[in-house]
């Protein structure tokens, strides 16, 4: 099927000025609340993907009044967000610290709990 109108560009379809002016999401802002930062770093965890974790952290460690980090002096925020910059990858110790430092610690619970919509008789085994 053939399209009448091909779109040669975002701003043949979309007022890209108007779009400008639109204020720029950050969803940093959002977490006021330590339920709100344990909900959002667990939608990241759901997703078996350690870059979307650290970047779930990383935008935790942006948010205003964050859990824990009151007391912490500028070289350690400093240290917290090389830890948490985009490329790298950083080994399960670091994310351990960054966590404590946030005021988080991670849980472990079995596949198939309450919390996880995957019947623990039909996870599959590791050999």
């Known amino acids: 099927m053939k399209t009448a109108h091909i779109v040669s560009s975002v701003e043949d379809e979309f007022d890209m000025d108007l779009i400008r002016t639109f204020p720029c999401f950050e969803p940093a802002d959002y977490l006021d609340s330590e339920e709100a930062i344990v909900g959002f770093v667990n939608v990241f965890l759901e997703e078996d993907d350690t870059s979307m974790l650290v970047h779930a952290l ?15 002096s500028a070289s350690t ?43 623990l008789s039909e996870t599959p085994e590791t050999p």
Request: proline share 7%.
């Open 58 to 72: 990383e935008t935790v460690a942006q948010a205003p009044g964050m859990l824990g980090t009151d007391e912490l």
């Open 77 to 119: 925020r400093e240290e917290l967000f090389v830890a948490l910059r985009e490329e790298s990858s950083p080994r399960l110790d670091t994310v351990m610290r960054v966590m404590k430092s946030l005021g988080l610690r991670l849980v472990v619970e079995p596949v198939g709990t309450a919390s996880d919509s995957t019947p």
